[in-house]
């Protein structure tokens, strides 16, 4: 299956949910908070926190750590092949999109979410009942192609084939708040809140509004696009968003700015709120 047709199948709505309901090989992964699950998830449900297991070293070490850690990750949860993996939380948020993309990178072929979440689920109900599941050999196959580390971002920086997309708040990308040892931005990166990606009702607004809206910042769907926020897990939804929309080559920076920001030697531009001069 090419990465076209993966992006255009990515997203399932509570019809899809419905019709599926109790197939063996759909698996339901809640990547809400604990307590949120402990309330109440949709039946035979597994659970997964994705931002406990935050990775902000890029180099050839720390992907390694990091794929090692997948493998562990989708082997508790019982990910086999053949499986597909429907992620959830309350909306299309950060949760979601971080879990779906880490079990795409890894290789596994059904990675699915639920658009819009609990809250877009056709009113199903919710039990606090879990059911066991087997562990699993879950061996990672990665795909270098839907990852950036930090050395990958040096090589390119400045090519006009390679886009740097800051997705974190305003407030982040101008340096009013911040959360590394340095402030500002990478390079050169175009900026937009993560969350301009949903509609009101928390879902993803339609691919030919993405794709325009994305056109209209200046990223060209012809080139590679490296979105990265603090952490990898607002980047990720933008990752969603862009392959949405019909860009066929998006990297996650997994490091994003707690690792950019942290290490002095790589650059760095300092962007001026409109408006604002610089002290």
């Known amino acids: 299956m090419d990465r076209d047709t993966q992006a ?38 597994r659970h997964f926190d994705p931002f406990p297991f935050h990775h902000s070293d ?22 086999v092949p053949g499986a597909t993996a429907v992620f959830y939380e ?19 072929p059904g990675v699915r979410m639920l658009d819009g979440g609990l809250q877009c689920a056709g009113g199903a109900q ?35 084939d390679v886009q740097i997309f800051d997705v974190r708040s305003d407030e982040e990308y101008f340096g009013e708040r911040i959360r590394a040892r340095r402030g500002g931005a990478i390079a ?5 809140d993560w969350t301009h990606n949903l509609t009101p009702e928390g879902r993803f ?14 990223l060209d769907p012809q080139n590679e696009v490296v979105p990265y926020c603090q952490g990898g897990y607002r980047s990720a939804n933008a990752w969603v968003a862009l392959r949405l929309a019909g860009y066929a080559r998006v990297r996650n920076y997994l490091g994003s700015w707690g690792e950019w920001g942290n290490r002095d030697e790589l650059p760095i531009d300092h962007p001026v709120r409109p408006g604002t001069t610089r002290a």
Do not use: C
């Not at 890029?58 to 990910?79: C, D, K, P, Y």
């Not at 990665?142 to 090519?159: F, N, Q, T």
């Open 8 to 45: 255009a199948e990515l997203l399932v709505d509570a019809q899809w949910l419905g019709e599926h309901r109790g197939d063996p090989a759909v698996i339901l992964i809640d990547t809400r908070a604990p307590a949120d699950y402990w309330a109440g998830h949709l039946a035979g449900a």
């Open 205 to 218: 607004k339609p691919a030919a509004q993405l794709r325009a809206e994305f056109v209209a910042l200046g």
């Open 126 to 160: 919710l039990t606090t009942a879990v059911v066991a599941h087997a562990y699993a050999q879950f061996k990672a196959a990665p795909r270098e192609e839907a990852i950036a580390g930090y050395p990958y971002i040096v090589e390119r920086l400045g090519r006009p």
């Open 188 to 192: 050169g990166a175009i900026h937009r």
């Open 58 to 79: 890029t180099g050839e070490a720390g992907l390694r750590e990091f794929r090692g850690q997948l493998e562990w990750i989708f082997s508790a949860l019982g990910i």
């Open 90 to 108: 309350n909306d299309s948020g950060m949760r979601a999109t971080r879990a779906a993309w880490m079990l795409e990178y890894a290789g596994h």
